[in-house]
């Protein structure tokens, strides 16, 4: 077997020499550069295994190096040298290719062989047996990562980061999976052995939240009648997920910036700060950047959580993941049953505005209707060639084709909404239907209402200047709680959105429980 090749390139002759000596004692053989002149020099004599590349170099910087070297020669794995300051470009170099960062000064002697070796082992068998590792704990915690390449190297990255205590901001859209990326995280880190605290943001109101974070004392406030700690000191050596962080209030999130920078709080009305040592995991389904720029949202804040940012791909943009993440639902809901190819075929032209929540939710409905041993079209209320959030009139046409009584091909000509309301319109044509029917009407019109909010959401139909699109939806968001005695997962199962999204509208709109 050919000697394992390192490139070291770093500025600094002391750092090049401990690596020289180091590698070299394992039988390695080492070239050394301390410039981008020297560096590209030595790419252009001979190959590499790994290159050890410092960030900075006084005529050139780690990122562009990086650059070179993957240009010339891919399988060479690069790991970048880093100091505490900027950690943040090392992990952007990961993003961009780098296998891994090394923190300066460097501490453990064993940890950087083993990391040069794994990365040795890289270069020359390919990345298999490291997503392997990965793929073992994502099963075990059950997080189906899928096929999807970006998916993929985004779960590589998390795994790889995960061991590190720097602060991660996870986005993606409602659904897709934040919380269970969190969780996976904790469990690779080496604070898996302790508690891991999810929190919504915008589900509580500022005062809630506050206590909630940090505690109170007893007597803080009316009702405080005991000493309570907060999350903050009940997961102490743990990990902390603040979900929804764009909801937090800026009051909420001056104090959120405080603990970071400093690791101490104190509880509400007390007066002893207490010290506290937590890895921050923070999510927004909220674009952060553009919440900065409305000045919703700190600055400096957005830069402490967002050391790592992991940007998880909505389910529509991973269409070839949906069999693998039915086929799992429904054995999930019902081992005896399978789903038909036609089935999965629309799932996959769906477009799955609530992500994997929804595929979840529509499954175990679909499995509850089910009398058979095959999942049919039947069984999805006419939802995945019903309502697919295009336009207001096709959704319209979706809803009616939903409910089993009607006979659309005899009104061909008709214009969908008339023959939506001949048929549905008065209470004596809706005294014809079974409960069963009924109940699926009822189910499709509210996913019918869904999309449509989303749709003008998306034209810009619901900004403030919409009163009447908040107050209908504010209404209908009653009725269901009603409807379901204020039971919030039934609730927000039946409008197909999300607790934490129910939650935040209750609260948007001002809605108690009478
Ligand atoms: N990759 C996945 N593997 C298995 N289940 C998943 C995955 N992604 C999401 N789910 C399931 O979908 C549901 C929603 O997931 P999760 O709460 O993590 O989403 P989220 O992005 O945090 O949502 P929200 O923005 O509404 O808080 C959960 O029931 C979860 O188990």
Excluded at 128 to 147: D, M
Excluded at 247 to 264: H, N, W, Y
């Amino acid at each position: 077997m050919s000697k394992v090749s390192v490139l070291i390139i770093d500025d600094e002759e002391s750092v090049c020499t401990f690596f020289r000596r180091l590698l070299q004692r394992k039988g390695y053989r080492t070239v050394t550069a301390v410039n981008e002149e020297e560096a590209l020099r030595a790419l252009d004599c001979g190959t590499y295994n790994v290159a050890m590349v410092d960030l900075k170099l006084p005529d050139t910087d780690g990122l562009t190096l990086l650059k070179h070297i993957k240009a010339r020669q891919p399988a060479c794995e690069v790991i970048i040298m880093t100091g505490f300051s900027t950690i943040k470009t090392a992990v952007q170099a990961m993003q961009l290719g780098a296998y891994e960062y090394l923190e300066k000064p460097f501490e453990d002697i064993k940890l950087i062989e083993r990391l040069i070796e794994k990365a040795t082992a890289v270069s020359c068998q390919g990345p298999r047996e490291e997503e392997e590792e990965w793929s073992e704990l994502a099963k075990s915690t059950g997080f189906l990562v899928g096929n999807c390449p970006d998916m993929r190297h985004l779960v590589s990255l998390a795994y790889k980061i995960a061991p590190k205590d720097i602060s991660v901001l996870i986005q993606g859209e409602t659904g897709t999976g934040k919380e269970v990326l969190a969780r996976f995280i904790h469990t690779a880190s080496a604070r898996s052995d302790q508690m891991f605290i999810p929190i919504n943001c915008g589900a509580l109101s500022d005062n809630l939240l506050e206590s909630e974070l940090f505690g109170h004392e007893r007597g803080s406030f009316t009702g405080a009648g005991n000493m309570r700690r907060g999350i903050f000191e009940m997961a102490n050596k743990g990990t902390l997920f603040l979900d929804e962080i764009g909801e937090a209030s800026l009051a909420i999130q001056v104090k959120l910036l405080r603990v970071l920078e400093t690791g101490e709080f104190m509880r509400l009305g007390g007066e002893k700060q207490i010290h506290c040592d937590v890895r921050v995991i923070s999510a927004s389904n909220v674009d952060l950047e553009e919440a900065m720029l409305r000045r919703e949202f700190r600055e400096d804040l957005f830069y402490r959580l967002n050391v790592v940012k992991l940007v998880i791909p909505p389910l529509r943009s991973r269409a070839q993941d949906i069999p693998m993440l039915a086929r799992y639902f429904v054995k999930q809901f019902n081992p005896t049953l399978t789903l038909s190819e036609e089935i999965l075929d629309l799932l996959c032209q769906y477009d799955w505005p609530g992500n994997i929540r929804e595929l979840s939710n529509t499954l175990r409905q679909a499995v509850a209707l089910c009398d058979g041993k095959v999942i049919l079209p039947e069984h999805f209320s006419g939802k995945l060639t019903a309502s697919k959030p295009r336009s207001a009139a096709q959704n319209g046409q979706q809803a009616m084709t939903a409910a089993p009584a009607c006979e659309v091909s005899s009104h061909q000509a008709q214009p969908p909404m008339e023959r939506f309301w001949e048929h549905y319109g008065t209470p004596e044509a809706l005294s014809q239907l079974s409960d069963g029917e009924l109940t699926q009407l009822l189910n499709s019109l509210r996913g019918l209402e869904a999309n449509l909010y989303a749709v003008m959401r998306q034209k810009g139909l619901s900004s403030s200047g919409s009163e009447a699109l908040r107050d209908s939806e504010a209404a209908s968001i009653k009725r269901t709680l009603l409807q379901h005695r204020w039971n919030i997962t039934e609730a927000a199962r039946s409008l197909g959105i999300a607790r934490n999204t129910l939650h935040r509208k209750i609260k948007k709109y001002g809605l108690q429980n009478q």
